[in-house]
T-cell receptor, first 114, second 115 residues
Framework: KQEVTQIPAALSVPEGENLVLNCSFT??????LQWFRQDPGKGLTSLLL?????REQTSGRLNASLDKSSGRSTLYIAASQPGDSATYLC?????????????FGTGTRLTIIP | DAGVIQSPRHEVTEMGQEVTLRCKPI?????LFWYRQTMMRGLELLIY????????DSGMPEDRFSAKMPNASFSTLKIQPSEPRDSAVYFC?????????????FGEGSRLTVL
């Protein structure tokens, strides 16, 4: 059974700093790994998707990396802004039929201090 | 495309009542997922469908919960009878076939309160 862990559970950094969010998973048989953002009272917004054959993906100030062999993914946020404050969740999709579900981590609640 | 559409957005009901949550996935997506989110347990997968067929319902809490997908554009999650511990936000999500990257898109959720 896949287990996804995100540490730390909460993180506060001053505006303008670069930061890294961590995600680890136990089963390397993944189809892809996704990073989501969730604002309070809202649904989940997909930020980046890394397919199992890829090492990283970039979108604007966000860069996500994937290392299947070590069971790790990171989300790098450059030049953080107060609008980046949200909960960030990573999730892996199983590669095998009957296991195509997303398994979520518990999230990292990020606060950017103006 | 309008994205994944869920209704109702908010539901307040009394214990013992039947609750039906609805979801319209993105057109062309053949995977549909129902998740539940609570503060204590985070996001939990309840059930998912592929081409309208339930593939894994091991996350459905008990027999009070049932889900159907009668066609590619509609799914329901029903709770009968509802209990206070069912209070949560229920999310529906959809994704494309395995020939695609498989990005998952979520609806805005249905916030259920059972009194």
């Amino acid at each position: 059974k896949q287990e996804v862990t995100q540490i730390p559970a909460a993180l506060s950094v001053p505006e303008g700093e670069n930061l890294v969010l961590n995600c680890s998973f136990t089963d390397s048989a993944i189809y892809n790994l996704q990073w989501f953002r969730q604002d309070p009272g809202k649904g989940l917004t997909s930020l980046l998707l890394i397919q199992s054959s890829q090492r990283e993906q970039t979108s604007g100030r966000l860069n996500a990396s994937l290392d299947k062999s070590s069971g790790r993914s990171t989300l790098y946020i450059a030049a953080s802004q107060p609008g980046d404050s949200a909960t960030y969740l990573c999730a892996s999709v199983g590669a095998n039929f009957g296991n195509e579900k997303l398994t979520f981590g518990t999230g990292t609640r990020l606060t950017i201090i103006p | 495309d309008a994205g994944v559409i869920q209704s109702p957005r908010h539901e307040v009901t009394e214990m013992g009542q039947e609750v039906t949550l609805r979801c319209k996935p993105i057109s062309g997506h053949d995977y549909l997922f129902w998740y539940r989110q609570t503060m204590m347990r985070g996001l939990e997968l309840l059930i998912y469908f592929n081409n309208n067929v339930p593939i894994d319902d091991s996350g459905m809490p008990e027999d009070r919960f049932s889900a159907k997908m009668p066609n590619a554009s509609f799914s329901t999650l029903k709770i009968q009878p509802s209990e206070p511990r069912d209070s949560a936000v229920y999310f529906c999500a959809s994704s494309g076939p395995r020939t695609s990257p498989g990005e998952l898109f979520f609806g805005e959720g249905s916030r259920l309160t059972v009194l």
